[in-house]
């Protein structure tokens, strides 16, 4: 089974720094996705960055950029130039498509950035 | 808007009811899926449905179920409802492979469900 791991339950940051979400998976399996979503107050989960497994290179989406390492199955979230609307719940995810394609969530950890 | 829509948006109820959650994908999309959202915690899947067959499950307690109509739309019914059974119910649906080489799911806004 997958699990996917997020210690941090809260973290904050000032307005305009540099945040970085930490995530740790455990598969076995060598083809997968992994995922950030963010989850703002209204509740609707958000993609906001994906990394294939296969690809080297770290996945970046404008402010959001993430450091995979996949030998240590860690999967963390830059966020630069932090923005209050940033503030959220932010899950971690892992998929497999060749098991089923649903997705393995983490527990979350709520960003708060502070003006 | 992911175009995925969820029916109600809240729900209030007793212990030991049953309710119903209804959700319809996006244009297209054959396969829905599930997930449970307890407090503080990430979303659980619970169950997949692909053009009206069960494709996959996760921990769904017997309490629960769920089927896909012919218009492709879904109904999740949890029975016998308990205070641990209060969460948000997401809705995600999908269709082709994108061009990155995966079903990419849109998620529906949720129905938040309060069991009192």
């Known amino acids: 089974a997958q699990t996917v791991t997020q210690s941090q339950p809260e973290m904050s940051v000032q307005e305009a720094e540099t945040v970085t979400l930490s995530c740790t998976y455990d598969?076995?399996?060598?083809?997968?996705?992994l995922f950030w979503y963010k989850q703002p107050p209204s509740r609707q989960m958000i993609l906001v960055i994906r990394?294939?497994?296969?690809?080297?290179q770290n996945a970046t989406e404008n402010r959001f950029s993430v450091n995979f390492q996949k030998a240590a199955k860690s999967f963390s979230l830059k966020i630069s130039d932090s923005q209050l609307g940033d503030t959220a719940m932010y899950f971690c995810?892992?998929?497999?498509?060749?098991?089923?394609?649903?997705?393995?969530f983490g527990t979350g950890t709520s960003l708060t950035v502070i003006p | 808007d992911s175009g995925v829509t969820q029916t109600p948006k809240h729900l209030i109820t007793a212990t030991g009811q049953r309710v119903t959650l209804r959700c319809s994908p996006r244009?297209?999309?054959?396969?829905v899926y599930w997930y449970q959202q307890s407090l503080d915690q990430g979303l659980q899947f619970l169950i997949q449905?692909?053009?009206?067959?069960?494709?996959a499950k996760g921990n769904i307690l017997e309490r629960f179920s769920a089927q896909q109509f012919p218009d492709l739309h879904s109904e999740l019914n949890l029975s016998s409802l308990e205070l641990g059974d209060s969460a948000l119910y997401f809705c995600?649906?999908?269709?082709?492979?994108?061009?990155?080489?995966?079903?990419?799911?849109?998620f529906g806004p949720g129905t938040r469900l309060t069991v009192l």
């Open positions: 995600a649906s999908s269709d082709t492979i994108n061009s990155a080489g995966y079903n990419e799911q849109f």
């Open positions: 449905y692909y053009n009206g067959e069960e494709r």
């Open positions: 244009s297209g999309d054959l396969s």
């Open positions: 990394q294939e497994a296969y690809k080297q």
């Open positions: 995810a892992f998929m497999n498509p060749g098991g089923g394609n649903q997705f393995y």
């Open positions: 598969t076995s399996e060598n083809n997968y996705y």
